[in-house]
């Protein structure tokens, strides 16, 4: 049986008790389609999340703190087994079990400090730079990048030749803009293609160093520059 909008609400609300928590419905549009559903605040900064897609079957659970994901879960409603699991993360906010799970920004303040990084960046200004990476270059620029969450070794990528692919800044992309963990970003502004038959074909190369380097400087973004290798910080260690 699929529910009503109408429907989901009167049943998760006949067959939830959410305690301590205040609850909100909220209805939020998202490109073609709206979200809908019920923000329900608990202490400590936690925020269990009931929410669908108008006039579609599923129903999501979501459990954040501030902009940390701690459990999500989701499923056709009616179902008694979506309401167990929702009862019982419930009563885990209720037992504080969640009170002193540390949220992204505490934790990139923690590796920040313990690492001794200095910020360079901005969320400002990496705005400017994704949107000019777009708008204002010939083409936007393959890159890779490191989050503050990783290890060196985990970044595996030969980026010491050029590449026959261009960079992608949108949002799925570019750390899906989280730009407070970025540590830095490397940015090869060159990239060839293959023209031609299996016989006279070639490789065309494209550049555009010159253009970087104007960007980079009119909206002040600091950068190193080693083989023709473009290497913006968020973060670094004084003295490296």
Request: glycine content about 8%; overall charge negative.
């Amino acid at each position: 049986m699929r529910m009503t909008d109408e429907e989901k609400k009167s049943y998760l609300f006949k067959n939830l008790d959410f305690g301590s928590g205040i609850v909100k419905e909220f209805t939020q549009a998202c490109e073609s389609v709206e979200r809908m559903g019920f923000l329900v605040s608990y202490r400590a900064g936690l925020c269990l999340e009931l929410w669908w897609w108008k006039g579609r079957w599923d129903c999501h659970c979501w459990l954040k703190k501030e902009d940390t994901g701690i459990f999500q879960y989701g499923s056709s409603l009616p179902s008694e087994g979506f309401l167990q699991i929702i009862r019982h993360c419930i009563r885990e906010i209720e037992d504080g079990k969640y009170q002193y799970k540390k949220t992204s920004r505490e934790q990139i303040q923690e590796i920040v400090g313990r690492r001794r990084l200095t910020s360079f960046m901005n969320n400002t200004k990496w705005q400017e730079f994704c949107r000019a990476m777009v708008e204002e270059m010939p083409f936007p620029p393959p890159y890779i990048y490191k989050t503050l969450f990783e290890q060196d070794e985990e970044v595996f990528c030969d980026f010491s030749r050029d590449v026959p692919y261009l960079g992608a800044y949108d949002r799925e992309s570019f750390a899906g803009y989280h730009y407070q963990m970025i540590e830095w970003v490397k940015i090869r502004p060159r990239y060839y293609d293959y023209e031609g038959g299996r016989l006279a074909g070639k490789y065309v190369y494209h550049e555009a160093e010159q253009e970087l380097e104007e960007i980079l400087a009119r909206y002040s973004i600091p950068y190193e520059k080693e083989d023709g290798v473009y290497t913006i910080y968020g973060y670094k260690g004084v003295g490296h």
